[in-house]
């Protein structure tokens, strides 16, 4: 039988991929000319950035529910601005793709995105070029081929905006790792919007400003408080329910969850969105991917046991109590994010 805490568990994965689910199919609603027709993926991103910096300060300033880090000009300078810049970037064009390709192809091609990562980070310093995971990139790069090879509505401008979207999200996780982790500061999903959300309004604007500002000028949009609210309240949420799984189970089950969130996507993207259609070619080459993803997913668990091997038995060595404690096998569930 589940108990309290399993069960209080899989209502959290549930939450997670519902929300992530209906955030992007969301967004694809307001943004297709089909449906709410409004097209300004920037200006939406920037709804998005306001309204999460604007609660974010009110939970920090106002309620207190979690105190601000110690944040330096160096610091914002050197770290916070150039993170915000490509996160901005990475939800600019991800949502500009909605534009011209459909969810379901869109999931597809996300499965780029440890390629992406990969490469970066290669680039960057922070890994090293390593066969067995080099492999597992071309076999994940020959399914999206095949995927998009398949896909009866290609559309090489929206394939261009997600990949650089990828590599945007790439460049701020390598950032991020190398930037803040690497001088101590850790920041939870509250903390991180309180910062990084102002200064990634800030470089939206200036696209938003020359793109979409004199277009909007001229046509006849349509704006509903209470579709943008809701948007945003969603968009705000997902990024909460993410860090309660992490916090909860670990960043191995949010990938799982996030590979089922993916199938059910793709399988709801075709009944809500008529245009979307799927082919054999589409499926096979996701298949393709998604197994180099999940032995991708695999060797990067390996590699994080093997690290941390070293400190379990210098702990256990130095305090042999410790492997009769009936509480260990209760932290180690709750606080193993590497596992």
């Not at 039988?1 to 694809?28: C, D, P, Q």
Request: with cysteine; proline share 4%; hydrophobic share 50%.
């Amino acid at each position: 039988m589940l108990n309290k805490e399993h069960l209080l568990t899989y209502i959290y994965l549930l939450v997670y991929i519902l929300l992530s689910s209906g955030v992007i199919l969301y967004n694809k609603w307001v943004l297709s000319t089909k449906y709410f027709n409004f097209p300004y993926p920037i200006t939406l991103t920037m709804i998005h950035m306001g309204f999460s910096g604007v609660v974010a300060f009110f939970l920090i300033r106002v309620f207190k529910v979690v105190s601000p880090i110690k944040m330096t000009f160096q610091i914002y300078a050197t770290c916070v601005i150039p993170i915000s810049a490509f996160f901005a970037s990475s939800l600019w064009f991800g949502n500009t793709a909605y534009l011209y390709i459909s969810v379901a192809f869109i999931q597809m091609l996300k499965s780029l995105m440890p390629v992406a990562t990969f490469l970066t980070a290669v680039v960057c310093g922070t890994d090293k070029l390593r066969c067995d995971v080099f492999l597992n990139m071309v076999l994940v790069s020959v399914g999206v081929v095949i995927s998009s090879y398949g896909e009866i509505h290609f559309n090489l401008l929206g394939t261009g905006y997600q990949v650089m979207g990828m590599f945007g999200e790439a460049l701020r996780l390598v950032l991020t790792q190398v930037l803040l982790q690497k001088k101590g500061l850790t920041l939870n999903p509250i903390t991180s919007l309180y910062y990084i959300a102002p200064c990634s309004f800030v470089f939206l604007f200036i696209p938003w400003y020359f793109l979409e500002k004199p277009v909007m000028e001229v046509s006849q949009i349509q704006f509903n408080f209470w579709i943008f609210f809701s948007n945003s309240l969603c968009a705000l949420a997902l990024n909460f329910s993410i860090f309660l799984v992490i916090g909860r189970t670990g960043a191995v089950t949010i990938r799982v969850a996030g590979v089922l969130k993916d199938w059910i996507l793709i399988a709801l993207s075709t009944v809500l969105f008529p245009e979307s259609v799927i082919t054999g070619l589409n499926i096979i080459g996701y298949a393709i991917a998604l197994c180099g993803v999940v032995m991708y997913n695999y060797l990067k668990v390996r590699d994080a046991r093997i690290e941390n091997l070293p400190e379990r038995m210098e702990l256990k060595t130095e305090k042999a109590s410790d492997l009769y404690d009936p509480n260990d096998n209760v932290h180690n569930i709750s606080g193993g994010r590497n596992v």
